[in-house]
Nanobody, 127 residues
């Protein structure tokens, strides 16, 4: 069973930065994609970003491109999401997850098939 240890999140002013980290255990991540979804109250779940364990390619939602950066430490199976220039559209609960491929983070038709999730961490942007 996959277990996640999530950290980061919190409250930041608009334009500020936060960093999320997620360590996964109980699975060999060589053939998975790892990343984050987010969900704000009253909104649909959104795939934010992921990184492929196979080739290190990174994927970002259009809403965060140029502001968020994902990275992965393959030794510790830890992914990090650096979130810069946060806006009032970014507040949500951010969930770390792994999926069979980046498609599971990009294509909403596959979201429901993501089986392994962290508990989530709250990101608040407030002045």
């Amino acid at each position: 069973q996959v277990q996640f240890v999530e950290s980061g999140g919190g409250v930041v002013q608009p334009g500020g930065s936060l960093r999320l980290s997620c360590a996964a255990s109980g699975v060999t991540l060589d053939n998975f994609a790892m990343g984050w979804f987010r969900q704000a109250p009253g909104k649909e779940r959104e795939g934010v970003s992921c990184i492929s364990s196979r080739d290190g390619r990174q994927f970002y939602a259009d809403s965060v491109k140029g502001r968020f950066t994902i990275s992965r430490d393959s030794v510790s199976d830890t992914a990090t999401l650096q979130m810069d220039n946060l806006t009032p559209e970014d507040p949500a609960v951010y969930y770390c997850a792994i999926g069979p491929s980046p498609s599971y983070f990009i294509d909403p038709r596959y979201f429901e098939y993501v089986e392994d999730w962290g508990r989530g961490t709250l990101v608040t942007v407030s002045s």
